[in-house]
């Protein structure tokens, strides 16, 4: 196994948030040691991790530092600033590689590589300025949704835009900054396509979950998801596995999609581990979180099959957190709480998944 970074070698983690906590966790269950990267002092990837860098990810000299402490880095979330990574690239392994993030992190950049791969998208149109609002909404138009290019997530710096509403008004409520105005899309359902992929081109797919957002978070996951979506994942996860290839992609990769009456239409990309796979962790046989780390560490990728009959993984958001008394009385729930010590509306807390043994089995 050329190539291998062996349990015992040190895994270096951009961003300190759950994902990265998750992802700690499954790396000690294989004997690594996980050193977090973060600006904050104290984080939930921090309190689980062996060692944390409080530092500024545009801090070259701390990265460089960071980078000779780990034997592999990777990344919890695509909003790391990619030009100062060469301070990583240039001494260890960076997986999945910066291209990835750069196309993520522009919504445009993003629309146009998938589309460029034969992936079919909502129309959209794009304002770097409030004079470009219009020409963006004759393509889009109404109603439609206005997204700030880069660094909106779980429905920050987002608008939309309703008959009789003003365009540029609306624009301005997302930021005032550059973004792409979206049509809306006539869906039965939203889905994911979840991947991972190791440095070999093995590629692996877990069962597709039907996701329900509220107010532009994710609310609930589950698995098996309904007809009209499992007839879609086949062509959603050819376009996936593209997308991978095209980026030589090393690791867990999502892609999101709408579920219409003619196929599938692309949502959004994220090139890591995925709130919607949070399910795996007990419904999998391996969960999203070990198989990244696999991947990462070129060792072979686990199954991915569905591991119970169904399973359904809520997020508890701000208050939810404190139904954790309620939540740990039935047997069949399984708590994730991320350490984070104030309940601030619309933040991600923790999640719950319920596993089904049986069909028919009831959930939360």
């Known amino acids: 196994m050329s190539g291998v970074i062996s349990p015992g070698s040190t895994i270096g983690i951009m961003g300190g948030g759950q994902l990265g906590r998750m992802l700690s966790l499954a790396a000690a269950q294989l004997g690594y040691r996980c050193h977090i990267f973060a ?19 545009t801090d070259l000299a701390a990265l460089s530092a960071f980078a000779e402490a780990c034997d592999v880095v990777t990344y919890e979330f695509e909003n790391v600033p990619v030009a100062p990574l060469a301070a990583i690239a240039d001494k260890v ?10 196309i993520a992190q522009s919504r445009i950049d993003e629309k146009r590589f998938v589309s460029d791969l034969g992936g079919r998208a909502a129309p959209y149109g794009f304002a770097e300025t409030e004079g470009d609002v219009a020409a963006a909404i004759a393509v889009s138009g109404i109603p439609a949704i206005i997204k700030s290019n880069r660094m909106g997530y ?28 979206e049509g809306f899309v006539e869906f039965d359902a939203e889905f994911s396509v979840i991947l991972a992929r190791g440095p070999d081109g093995d590629i692996r797919f877990w069962d597709s979950a039907q996701n329900e957002h509220v107010a532009g978070i994710l609310d609930l996951s589950r698995v098996p998801a309904s007809a009209a979506i499992t007839a879609q994942v086949p062509a959603a996860r050819a376009l996936a596995a593209k997308v991978a290839q095209a980026l030589d992609y ?85 708590l994730h709480l991320y350490g984070k010590h104030r309940a601030v509306p619309g933040r991600k807390m923790g999640h719950v998944t319920r596993i089904s043994l049986e069909p028919g089995a009831s959930q939360p």
């Open 154 to 181: 779980d429905g920050k710096g987002q608008a939309r835009v309703m008959p009789g509403d003003d365009p540029v008004a609306r624009w301005h409520e997302a930021g005032g900054v550059p973004a792409i105005i």
């Open 250 to 334: 090393v690791g867990v990769l999502t892609l999101e999609f709408f579920a219409t009456k003619d196929g599938p239409v692309f949502n959004e990309m994220a090139p890591r581990v995925h709130n919607s796979g949070h399910w795996t962790i007990e419904g999998a046989f391996t969960s999203q979180f070990e198989n990244h780390i696999r991947a990462i560490c070129g060792l072979p990728l686990g199954e991915t099959a569905l591991a119970c009959h169904s399973a359904q993984m809520r997020n508890l958001i701000g208050e939810d957190a404190h139904q954790w008394p309620e939540l740990l009385g039935d047997p069949a729930n399984h």
């Open 39 to 57: 600006p904050e002092a104290t984080s939930p990837g921090g309190e689980v991790s062996a060692a944390t860098t409080s530092a500024d990810f």
């Open 93 to 102: 392994p960076l997986r999945p590689s910066p291209k990835a993030l750069e």
